[in-house]
């Protein structure tokens, strides 16, 4: 600005003055600059005693040129996004998921939106679209979710529904022309689970699935619209397992629900962890990303975890000792139960809470850990069970 103002400089000029003055690169062009600097301030009626006080200001500019515009745009770019996360979250959130942007997968984002009471709606073959939406207090999951979806299928889909809503499954089945592969995955997604059949009745997920399917092997024709034997619904296991397969992830629940009857009790909630500065504490976890790194002195691998419950995420540490231990427990499981220390590493202030890590321990296997306890549950029965007969 200074340059445009006092010497007459275009904008293309301010900026090749910017990057000559920030650059070490660039340093044998500024004697070029500077002299064209004087002479356009100069003709403009400057003193001279102005002109050099703000070209020693402008080259000052180099210690600091590179730094200064980069945490300028980051903290506005972190401005924009607090706001936006405080006061439209689901819209937020649903937004970083479909960019495939942020440090998190989406299912870290989703557990993110249900801390903050947002609710998550399955995809929907009438109401979704490519990517996830937010509204409100609701976030629609997009019909990128699904895994092993082509993208052709996708197109299809959306092309076919600006003719308006599909009114049944026969209705979608008849429209949409679609392989079988990508028909089965959109139905074991949920995405026909609110299409009615001709008679205005919800069919199950066995319903849906036996009538699409037979639909496709009977090629269409007129009786593979017919009533099915499987009536039936999905128990909530064979539904969080065919979630997993369809998303990657449980979508309808939190993965360490089907745990708590063993967890309660045993475990203490990541939202308490401040509670427990300098304490050793048991906690459930699931798995959100790990950074294996090296320490300074020995160059000894360790780990830095991240994990999170239902009420909050937290980091945890596994120093060398303990790597050694449990790495290996890292690459194959996703759902832990573990035993560490919370230390604060940064102090609670009075503007905000702290930042607390847990170094870790002990790591098990949490499914692991529960086959084990039901089945010393089990044998301690069948001893009472042998003494008994006696």
């Not at 003055?17 to 500024?30: E, Y």
């Not at 089907?258 to 909630?269: E, I, N, T």
Request: charged share 25%; aromatic share 12%; net charge positive.
């Amino acid at each position: 600005m200074a340059a445009r103002v006092m010497a007459g400089f275009g904008y293309s000029e301010s900026d090749a003055l910017r990057k000559t003055m920030s650059r070490d690169s660039l340093q044998h062009l500024i004697p070029g600059w500077k002299k064209k600097f004087y002479a356009g301030a100069t003709q403009r009626g400057y003193s001279p005693s102005l002109i050099d006080q703000v070209w020693d200001m402008i080259a000052s500019f180099v210690g600091y040129s590179f730094c200064k515009p980069h945490s300028a745009s980051y903290a506005m770019l972190s401005f924009t996004c607090a706001y936006l996360k405080a006061h439209y979250p689901a819209e937020f959130l649903a937004a970083v998921i479909s960019n495939q942007g942020g440090y998190y997968s989406a299912y870290a984002y989703l557990s993110e939106a249900r801390r903050f009471g947002i609710e998550i709606l399955p995809p929907d073959i009438n109401r979704s679209r490519r990517e996830y939406r937010g509204r409100t207090n609701k976030i629609r999951m997009g019909f990128m979710s699904i895994k092993n979806l082509q993208e052709k299928a996708v197109r299809a889909v959306l092309e076919e529904r600006k003719g308006g809503d599909f009114q049944s499954l026969e209705d979608f089945l008849v429209r949409v022309d679609l392989d079988l592969s990508d028909a089965m995955v959109l139905t074991n997604a949920g995405c026909f689970s609110q299409l009615p059949d001709r008679n205005g009745r919800l069919l199950t997920h066995r319903e849906i699935a036996y009538r699409v399917a037979h639909f496709y092997l009977k090629n269409g024709e007129k009786d593979s619209f017919a009533s099915t034997p499987l009536r039936g619904g999905l128990s909530e296991a064979e539904k969080r397992l065919l979630e997993l397969e369809t998303f990657g992830f449980p979508a309808s629940s939190h993965p360490l629900t089907a745990y708590q009857s063993f967890l309660k009790g045993r475990v203490k909630k990541a939202k308490d962890i401040p509670m427990y500065v300098g304490k050793t504490i048991h906690l459930a976890g699931v798995y959100i990303t790990r950074k294996e790194t090296q320490t300074i002195e020995s160059g000894d691998p360790m780990e830095f975890l991240t994990l999170e419950d239902e009420t909050d995420i937290y980091e945890c540490v596994l120093f060398p000792d303990t790597f050694r231990q449990y790495g290996d427990l890292l690459h194959w499981e996703k759902l832990f139960v573990l035993r560490g220390k919370v230390e604060e590493t940064f102090p609670a202030r009075r503007s905000g809470g702290g930042v607390y890590t847990i170094t870790i321990e002990k790591l098990a296997s949490l499914p692991g850990m529960v086959r084990k306890m039901e089945k010393a549950e089990s044998m301690k029965l069948d001893r009472v069970s042998v003494l008994s007969d006696v």
